[in-house]
Each structure stands twice: as C-alpha cells, then as structure tokens.
C-alpha cells in the first residue's frame, strides 16, 4: 500500500511561512505539513472569485475578525507600529450583496452587513449560502450545499484595552457519490439515502483582550472548535496568553499555550451501531515558546524555543516532551531578498483536518489513527527578486522529515463481491509510523505587462519518497487578467499532473491529469452595481482528485455584486 505524505499547506500560503508570527510555531508547522486535497491554487480564487466545483472542498474566503489596524507615522517602524494603540475601523470595508445562479442548479448568496458606532464599536459579519442540486454522477441523487456565518466583535474599553471576539458556524451537505453504476442505486429506500448522504456541522469562536500599555502588551485568546459529522463529534478549547516587551529594534515575546482536544464516535449515527459510546480519545498540549526578533530596515531575525508537553489518552495513557527551536531570517539587498526558515518539534492530526482533504473518509473504529506526530526537521530556503517595477520572480526548496503520518488506504467494509456497501464513503486511513521525508521546489513569476495586462505563473515539483496517492507531483497555474475601463477579463488554468489514485482492489494507478481553464468576465454597470459571469472546466473533462468522485463538468455561474 502506497504512503501518503502531507502536501504541504505551502502551496496554499505562497511563500508567506517566513513573516508568520512567533507564537504557535509548531502549530503552524504543523498546518504547513499536513495533507491538502484541495489542490486549487488561493490566488487563482482570489483573484476571479472562482465557482467552487464538486470535487473540491467549498470554503468561504477567511474571515479575518481582526479589523482593528494600529497605525503609525512610520510602517517600517515595528515598535512605533505595535505600541500606537490608534482605532481604526477598516476603510476597505463596504457593504454588498452578492446573487449567483447557474447550470447545476447552482445558487450563491454572499453579503457582509456590519454596524459601527464611532471608533469604539464595531460588528461585522459575512454570510454565504452556496449550493447546487446536481452533479457529474447520477446528477439527481449528488447536489450539495455549503452554509457560512461569522461574526465579528470589537470594542475598544479605552485606549489602553481593547476586547475582540467572533463566531463562526458552517454546515456542509454532499451525498451520492463513489457509485459503480447505476444499479448500486436501485434497491435503496428513502431512509437509505438520507444516511448515505454526507453531513456535518462546524461552530467555532474565539474571544481576545488586549492591553496595550506605554512600554507593554499583553494579551489572552480563548478559543473554541465543535465538529459534528455523520460518525464523529470531535471538540477542541485552546487558551494563550502573550506578553510582548519591546526593545529598541528587538522585540521579547512569551506566548504560553494549552489545548485539549477530543474526539468520540457520534452515538446518533447509523453507521456506528455496535460501537460502544464510551470510545474516547483526548489529546491535551501545552507549549511553552520564548521568543526573540530583531529586525532592522533590511534585516530580520527571530529566534524561538518552545517546550512542549503533549498527552495523549486512549485506553492508555502516552506522554511526550519535546524541546522545540525554530528559526527564520530575511534579509534584503538591492530588490533581493534571501529568506530561511527552519524548526523541529510535536503536533497532532485532527479528524477535522482529515475530512477537511478528503470528505469521503468511513471508518467507526478511526480514533486509534489520531496520534502525535513528530516533525524531526524542517527547513525553508528561498529567493524573491525585483527584476523591475513589473516582474517579480520568487524561488523556494522546503524539505520536512516527518515520523508518523497518515495513509489513505481502499475501506474494505465497503466493497463485497464488487459491490459497493456504502455508496458514499469510499476511503479510510491509517497510520504510518515510519519517517518520511518531503521535497518540494517552486516557482512563482508575477509580471504586467501594462496598466492593463498582468500575469502570474506558478510552478510546483512535491518531491516524494514513494508514489503517493492523491499527491500530484507537478501543480501549475497560470492566471492572465485584463482590466480596461469598466471591463475586466481572467482567464487561467490549473494543471495538476502525475496524480495515482487507488483501484477497487485497492491497488495505485496512475490518474489522469486534472486540467481545469477557467474564466470570469466582470462589467461594473455603475459604482455600486456590478454583474459578472464565470465559467469553470471550460475543457468539459471529466476531472477527478478523488477516484470515483468527480467535479463537475463545464460550469458557469452568472450574477450580479451590489454595493450599498
């Protein structure tokens, strides 16, 4: 059985890891190494705002609850910058309705209404409803629909404190897929297929205080996870505190953290019947990290070491520590700038995560699998340069050895005699306890052209031990965009190559390429009305990520954004 590695959430932060923040380094290495499906590039949704496909996982843009900016006289100045404890309500901020509807059956909704009273409270929200009621396959039975809610709460007490919390709730349906053909279908009841449908319930929150005083921060986050799906409930509560002293050009930083995470089978799921409710498993972290930063005009330095304790308890008891250094530095010269990042240290997969790359995961006794994992060593090295005002090319290399990842494997509880049993769930995993190591070489090149015309090209080479499933081993993305006047045009693609995947006897073979050109036109009618089409899978394909589970074919949405 192939190993799956984690694809690097690399791809997805583009080059960023080297200007994260200091606090949670390992939980931050730990996002950078885990596995990602979703290979769809952000930049290419950011920039046209992409129709979300079946395949893929429909996730809201992030929502940044932070709308609170310190300003300064000078943004090189970090110190100035920290301790100016100036409220700013965000000017980007307005409020807009945005109506989608295309073939599929596709609807959109998306809207951000918020309330500001001066500069000392604030509420913001953002709401979107995306579904379709039809799919690739068996087109009646596999629609699906995505819900998003935040919100968003600052108060500034006075001008040395100021309260910051949000809320968030998700709810996710997908159903009907990983069917062999159409007679799989024939036998099945109603009830059937409510249960062979896939769905779960996301709410999470966070609430922070900050005091800003003359020569001192301080701050304490509390925070909060629930998820809920067809066979797990799985919980989380995290609670950090951070005291910042800054001195002259350095700043000394001490973030103590915890987090108790928890994971038990769902008693109400009809998948888990004969599964004992009392199946439990929790993993409790505590993290210790002292950190030190020094930068100057054109240099910086951080300098972290975390101790770490991390329990982990299911029908026994395991205790692992951990002394975890990390280090980044960036340094600039003439439009050049060298950036290295490296660390080692303790994490943790969550259930979460997992389904999160691939939803289509069943297994009731999966809790043994969520284990600590340790990352032995990780490094970043790369090169930005400025060849002039228009063209900017970046290089990177990353390795990571990691000790105990996890595999997609073929979940044999589903297939007798060549039939599928659940129509739905098609995989599972399983851990590997054995030390991997991952490459991975990129590329990025940003030019325009002129006022008009820019361009963006991403290269992706994900070095890998063995062949792995799921894991493409070239990823390019190419985006062109054409603004003149009220008019604006994108057209890209993304080119996900050399993919395996896994057969019905649970043997690796290799996929075809997953090709998808995309495209958005946009018209702004006046400055508060703007109508815009986009079109996915221009191609037609018949793209997989997933064996047996494939996107939808040429999608279009049409609709209009409307700013109040």
Do not use: C
């Not at 940044?64 to 000017?91: A, F, G, P």
């Not at 209404?113 to 500069?119: E, R, V």
């Not at 998003?148 to 009907?176: C, E, H, R």
């Amino acid at each position: 059985m192939s190993r799956l590695l984690f694809l690097l959430l690399f791809i997805l932060i583009n080059h960023q890891s080297i200007s994260q923040n200091n606090e949670g380094e390992i939980e931050d290495t730990q996002i950078l190494i885990e596995k990602n499906s979703s290979i769809i590039l952000p930049k290419a949704d950011k920039a046209i705002n992409k129709i979300v496909v079946e395949g893929s996982n429909i996730e809201m843009k992030k929502f940044d609850y932070d709308n609170v900016l310190y300003t300064s006289e000078s943004d090189k100045k970090k110190i100035d910058r920290i301790l100016r404890n100036e409220m700013k309500i965000l000017d980007e901020h307005t409020m807009f309705i945005n109506l989608g509807y295309g073939n599929y059956g596709t609807f959109l909704i998306h809207s951000n209404p918020f309330y500001i009273i001066s500069n000392k409270f604030s509420i913001y929200s953002d709401i979107l409803h995306r579904s379709s009621s039809k799919g690739a396959k068996l087109s009646y039975l596999s629609g699906k629909s995505h819900s998003d809610i935040n919100l968003n709460f600052n108060y500034k007490l006075d001008n040395k404190n100021t309260f910051k919390s949000y809320l968030k709730y998700q709810n996710n349906t997908s159903g009907y897929y990983g069917f062999i053909n159409s007679e799989n279908i024939s036998s099945l009841t109603k009830d059937q297929e409510d249960v062979y449908s896939f769905k779960n319930n996301i709410f999470s929150y966070n609430i922070n205080w900050e005091n800003v005083s003359d020569n001192f921060i301080s701050e304490i986050a509390w925070s909060g996870k629930e998820y809920v799906d067809n066979l797990f409930d799985e919980y989380s509560h995290s609670f950090k505190g951070k005291f910042t002293l800054p001195i002259s050009r350095s700043i000394l930083s001490f973030s103590p953290y915890f987090k108790s995470y928890n994971l038990k089978d769902n008693p109400n799921s009809n998948f888990n019947s004969g599964v004992k409710d009392e199946i439990h498993l929790n993993i409790k972290s505590l993290s210790f990290p002292l950190s030190y930063e020094y930068f100057s005009k054109n240099f910086m330095f951080n300098l972290n070491f975390d101790y770490q304790i991390i329990n982990r308890s299911y029908k026994s008891t395991n205790k692992k520590n951990s002394m975890s250094p990390s280090l980044k530095v960036k340094y600039n010269l003439d439009g050049i700038t060298f950036k290295v990042s490296a660390s080692k240290g303790l994490n943790h997969i969550t259930y979460y995560d997992e389904i999160k790359s691939l939803p289509f995961i069943y297994d009731p006794y999966l809790l043994n699998v969520f284990d600590v994992n340790e990352i032995k060593y990780s490094f970043m090295g790369g090169i930005d340069l400025s060849i002039n005002d228009e063209t900017n090319i970046s290089f990177s290399y990353e390795t990571y050895n990691i000790k105990g990842s996890l595999d997609y494997i073929l979940s044999n509880e589903k297939i007798s005699g060549g039939e599928l049993i659940n129509p739905l769930y098609l995989y599972s995993i399983e851990r590997n306890d054995e030390e991997e190591v991952i490459d991975k070489i990129s590329v990025e090149i940003n030019t325009s052209v002129n006022n008009n015309f820019n361009s963006s090209l991403s290269f992706i080479y994900n070095i890998y031990e063995e062949k792995e499933v799921f894991m493409p081993l070239y990823i390019i993305e190419q985006v062109n965009n054409y603004s003149k006047g009220k008019l604006d045009i994108t057209l890209g693609g993304i080119f996900e190559i050399e993919n395996y995947g896994l057969n019905f006897n649970g043997q690796m073979f290799k996929m075809s390429s997953y090709i998808d050109i995309f495209s958005d036109l946009s018209y702004q009618v006046s400055d508060n009305l703007n109508v815009y089409i986009k079109v996915n899978n221009i191609l037609n394909r018949y793209n997989e990520r997933f064996f047996m589970y494939p996107d939808q074919g040429t999608s279009f949405m049409g609709g209009i954004k409307w700013n109040f």
